[in-house]
């Protein structure tokens, strides 16, 4: 069974591009872009890994996060912080809310990449 | 008999002799080395007590009525111990209040009323004059004894009324002592009315008094006698000389010398010329100890002869031929003694002088500062309030005033001389300045006492006085009817003149001195529990009652000073070389070597150098603000209420700099909450410029972001078909375009803000710039099938006062906002203008889905927008809506939001017709904090 990822930014340009690279991967992808929606898709889809956005209307991507690591049956879900360059205290608020893993705005395609690949080995 | 001409020579020469101290003593003190700060000059000043009535009327009263002249000096020595109380208090008021002489000191305590200093300087001047008088006939007689012995007819016609008045030694006399007093007293102006010269002349001529009263003494006793035992024995052989030496037990002769000694005591202290030269003209109060015992020691001194020639003069003049007041000049003429004659006469020349010279300085000061000063600088006409330079006006006057007084010392001698001994006449005067003891020891001694009690108790002592001891005298000089004396007035026996109400049995002097002083003090203490004291009143008792401090203030410094700080005050204060010599003194006292250069840095910072600094700028600025100045480089505990009592108090002056140091620590205080909350705003500002570019650069990564991740994506795959690769395209040509709003936005903020002010004001149409905001955005809006309507009235320009280019941005960014928001499908704007006498209104509507109520009142706060809710692809920068707010503000209009959830938004600005600059006027953007107007929701914008 592919791989599924879902994207959660509100960004549309920023989603689709990620979308794209996904896809590229040959990983089944899904958007949405809310935090609301993220975790209603979750937990209809059971994504392998999330690839998360911080400034996210209604939940932002902490607030997501905090939520999926509350869910025990979600231990296997790896999710993947998309931060803003030079905001530290966000990538460590994000590790202690439980994500596996961070990249920064503006990414590099092979970091985008290589980080997914690294959660899912 | 003398020489006339050897008389005056000698004279003369004396006179240039004392000339030349004085002259001495003023340049000494010019030069900051004063001679006469020294307690033996200042004991020998006080002795300016003993004039030409202690030099020959002693004798006189000796030769009359025996011991009891002793009174004179009985009263100043038993009261001398309490000098260190009294005088010492008064000096302490005087130097703070700058208090020139005994005028000015009951007036200062009284509310510094100028009606009770000329009360009192008339009393003085009426009280004095008599005294003065004395002197002149004291000198004119001497002279004309010395010059005429034993020539007894030219005696008897001595001075008297029969001697046509410009040939009246007297008159000379009084011209010549007014020249000398203007020299002395008046030759130029000092603000503290100190006169040093003066003072070592007096200090002088006390010397030479004594050397020539106590060589007469010695003359008679072992010259013409073999000693006290031989004189007292033959004398002894008769039987009234006998008297003499004797005291009746009696309760009226006790009474008489409790009297006597009783107004010397108040004599002593409130003659103005002992005032003069033991308050004004103290130095130092530390001298004040060794006067208390020096000056009783000099009366001791002076006196031990006065018996002696008394008795001496009775055997060798049984006849009267020689009145008893010349005997101390008459001896040695008799025993041929021509050198010691003339000492005798230059000594009593000197005690006449002395007093002269002090009594009418004190007199022109009291006269010029009290009585005509206050008369000419209300006198409007003068308009003297207007001129910057008194002082020659002022030397005027008190010159004027040393010749007035000894002009009318000269004629009170004319009119009544030859009727009372100069004893009688002294202790009329001595009587007279009793009057200021009530308000003077009242004052000093008790807060209560007020000003209507002084000034009518003042008063009616006085009326007292003059009726029942000058008027009198008057009457027997036939310038009053003689019955007066006889009968009382109109025969009115219980108004005798010294029988007043039947006392009778007393002298006069005795009988005057209880009348005045009863209803003196009795209209004092009375008026003063009826009357209410001033708050000015009440401040200057607090100074004077308060005046000795209870314990000294030098263990009050539990604090610690640097010795840097203190001598940077001293110095602020008194003078760079000032302060080092006062530091110099402190240091030597402490045993450190002065003449090292480093001799400051072994100075100990402790309690003792800060008393010590305190006192040092006490002398300059007063002992409240002394404390409080040097408490200020020590870290010392705050004022108590007590202290700060004592700094209002200190005097009206003090007040005034208390209240405006106070004033002015207020202003520092809101200067410093001022400099506090700019430092807030400061911060505040920082805080929100950190927020700003942190939201700035995020804005800007996002598409940032997509730019880059679609250019990889089409570098890495060159496969993309042409759609997709279009498709990117578009997405990066459109992230661009919005990177590009975003930084000419933010460049337009930063420009708003760095410039304020720059609004242009012109008249604008605002109907011509909707047209052209409507006519830009058309394009853009077809495209996307918004339709958008203007409504404006018929013919309506809409002008307004403003500047065109930033109220058409305002128009464009409220339009392309409406544009994003509007509905997708069926997008609609409306644009309504609303013309109003005050102002013009704007209405920007859309259909769109509306903004959350919460979310309106943030909505013009940098990039707040409804993003989720905007059109695809029509992203705006969030900066938008604050440009349009910061903008509208600069041109004094509002700016808020109306709008249901689901119905759309309506964005409305306002302009005033007239464009009011800034009404603070304080340069700041004229942002009115739109929360406070009830049509703006928006919050507080940005700054």
């Known amino acids: 069974m592919a791989t599924h990822v879902l994207i959660v930014d509100d960004e549309p340009s920023i989603a689709m591009s990620l979308e794209f690279i996904m896809k590229k991967q040959g990983y089944e992808t899904d958007v949405v872009d809310d935090g609301a929606k993220a975790l209603q898709r979750i937990e209809e889809t059971r994504p392998d890994v999330v690839l998360l956005d911080v400034m996210l209307p209604s939940h932002d991507g902490f607030e997501v996060c905090r939520r999926i690591r509350e869910r025990e049956e979600w231990d296997e879900l790896k999710v993947l912080m998309i931060t803003a360059k030079g905001r530290e205290e966000d990538v460590k608020k994000g590790l202690a809310m439980g994500a596996d893993g961070y990249v920064t705005k503006p990414f590099a395609i092979k970091d985008v990449v290589a980080r997914v690949e690294q959660l899912l080995t | ?943």
Not at chain 2, 119 to 127: K, S
Not at chain 2, 421 to 436: E, Y
Not at chain 2, 488 to 510: M, T
Not at chain 2, 742 to 749: A, E, G, R
């Open chain 2, 1 to 943: 008999m003398l020489q006339g001409g050897l008389i005056l020579a000698a004279s003369f020469v004396y006179l240039g002799l004392l000339f030349a101290v004085a002259y001495y003593g003023d340049r000494r003190a010019d030069a900051g080395r004063s001679i006469i700060s020294n307690p033996y000059f200042y004991a020998l000043s006080l002795a300016v007590y003993c004039t030409a009535w202690t030099f020959y009327g002693s004798v006189g009263r000796a030769a009359s009525t025996g011991l009891d002249f002793l009174t004179i000096y009985l009263g100043p020595t038993i009261l001398a111990p309490l000098w260190w109380l009294i005088v010492r208090k008064m000096i302490r008021v005087s130097k703070r209040q700058r208090i020139t002489s005994i005028a000015d000191f009951i007036a200062s305590r009284y509310g510094k009323s100028a009606v009770l200093g000329g009360a009192v300087t008339i009393v003085a001047v009426a009280g004095i004059v008599p005294y003065i008088a004395l002197q002149l006939k004291a000198i004119s007689t001497s002279f004309t004894v010395a010059s005429t012995y034993p020539d007894t007819a030219a005696l008897t016609n001595a001075g008297g009324a029969a001697v046509p008045l410009l040939a009246d030694t007297a008159l000379y006399v009084a011209l010549l002592l007014a020249l000398f007093t203007v020299l002395f007293g008046a030759r130029h102006l000092d603000a503290s009315e100190r006169h040093e010269g003066m003072v070592a002349a007096v200090a002088f001529e006390s010397l030479v008094k004594l050397v020539a009263f106590l060589a007469v003494g010695l003359f008679v006793t072992f010259g013409l006698y073999q000693g006290f035992g031989d004189l007292f024995s033959r004398a002894a052989e008769r039987a009234d000389l006998r008297a003499l030496m004797t005291l009746e037990p009696s309760a009226s002769v006790f009474g008489e010398w409790a009297w006597l000694s009783f107004l010397s005591m108040l004599a002593i202290l409130f003659l103005p010329r002992q005032f003069q030269v033991a308050v004004v003209e103290n130095v130092n109060e530390q001298h004040l100890k060794k006067g208390i015992w020096l000056f009783p020691l000099y009366l001791i001194l002076i006196n031990i002869f006065v018996l002696p020639i008394a008795l001496a003069g009775m055997m060798y003049f049984p006849d009267g031929t020689v009145e008893a007041d010349m005997f101390v000049l008459a001896l040695p003429l008799e025993s041929e003694q021509p050198l010691l004659a003339v000492l005798v006469f230059i000594g009593g020349l000197s005690a006449a002088t002395a007093m002269v010279i002090v009594a009418t300085t004190a007199l022109a000061t009291m006269v010029c500062n009290d009585l005509v000063m206050p008369v000419l600088l209300r006198t409007k006409a003068l308009r003297l309030q207007e001129r910057t330079q008194l002082t020659g006006l002022l030397l005027g006057i008190r010159r004027s005033s040393i010749v007035v007084v000894l002009l009318l010392s000269f004629i009170y001698f004319r009119m009544v001389e030859g009727h009372y001994t100069l004893v009688s006449i002294g202790l009329i005067s001595f009587a007279a300045v009793a009057q200021f003891a009530p308000a003077i020891l009242g004052g000093l001694y008790w807060k209560r006492g007020t000003h209507a009690g002084a000034l009518w108790g003042l008063l009616a002592g006085f009326l007292v006085w003059a009726y029942t001891l000058p008027a009198p005298s008057f009457a027997e000089a036939g310038l009053l009817p003689h019955s007066f004396v006889e009968e009382g007035p109109w025969g009115w026996a219980f108004l005798h003149p010294h029988a007043l109400f039947g006392l009778d049995g007393w002298s006069p002097v005795a009988h005057g001195l209880f009348w005045s002083l009863l209803v003196n003090v009795g209209l004092y203490v009375g008026l003063s529990f009826k009357t209410q004291p001033t708050a000015v009143e009440h401040s200057q008792a607090r100074a004077f009652v308060d005046a000795l401090p209870v314990s000294s203030r030098a263990t009050v410094w539990r604090g610690q000073a640097s010795v840097t700080e203190l001598r940077q005050l001293l110095s602020r204060f008194l003078g760079h070389r000032a302060a080092t010599q006062g530091l110099k003194r402190f240091a030597n006292a402490q045993g450190i070597d002065t003449t090292q250069p480093t001799w400051e840095d072994h100075l100990p910072a402790n309690a003792r150098l800060m008393h010590h600094a305190e006192k040092l700028l006490t002398g300059a600025i007063g002992s409240a603000s002394a404390h409080v100045v040097v408490g200020s480089v020590v870290n010392a505990e705050p004022l108590n209420l007590e202290e700060v009592m004592d700094i209002l108090d200190e005097t009206q002056q003090m007040i005034a700099h208390s209240r405006e140091l106070e004033r002015k620590k207020r202003e520092l205080e809101q200067a410093t909450q001022r400099l506090q909350a700019a430092n807030a705003k400061l911060q505040e500002l920082d805080r929100l410029k950190d927020d700003f570019i942190s939201t700035v650069t995020h804005e800007l990564r996002t598409p940032l972001t997509s730019i880059r991740a679609f250019s990889e994506i089409m570098y890495d795959n060159p496969d993309l078909s042409a759609e997709q690769r279009q498709e990117f395209l578009e997405v990066i040509i459109k992230e661009e375009e919005r990177l590009t709003r975003l930084i000419n936005q933010v460049l337009d903020l930063q420009k708003l803000e760095a410039e304020p002010m720059t609004v242009k004001v012109e008249p604008v149409s605002l109907r011509t710039i909707i047209d052209e905001a409507v006519q830009a955005m058309s394009q853009q809006m077809e495209a996307a099938g918004v339709t958008c309507t203007v409504e404006v009235p018929d013919e309506e320009p809409g002008t307004v006062e403003g500047d065109r280019d930033r109220l058409k941005q305002v128009l464009l960014n409220l339009l392309s906002n409406a544009f994003k928001f509007c509905d997708d499908t069926d997008g609609r704007i409306v644009v309504t203008l609303r013309s109003r006498a005050e102002d013009v209104q704007i209405d920007v509507a859309d259909n769109g889905p509306g903004i959350d109520l919460d979310e309106q009142d943030s909505i013009f706060e940098r990039f707040q927008q409804a993003r989720s809710k905007a059109r695809a692809g029509s992203s705006g920068s969030g900066l938008g809506l604050t440009i349009a707010q910061r903008i509208i503000l600069e041109h004094n209009g509002d700016i808020w939001v109306e709008s249901t959830p689901g119905e759309g938004a309506t964005f409305s600005f306002t302009v005033p017709r007239t464009h009011a600059t800034d009404p603070t006027g304080d340069g700041a953007p004229a942002t009115p904090d739109p929360t406070a107007s009830d049509s703006s929701p928006a919050t507080s914008p940005i700054t």
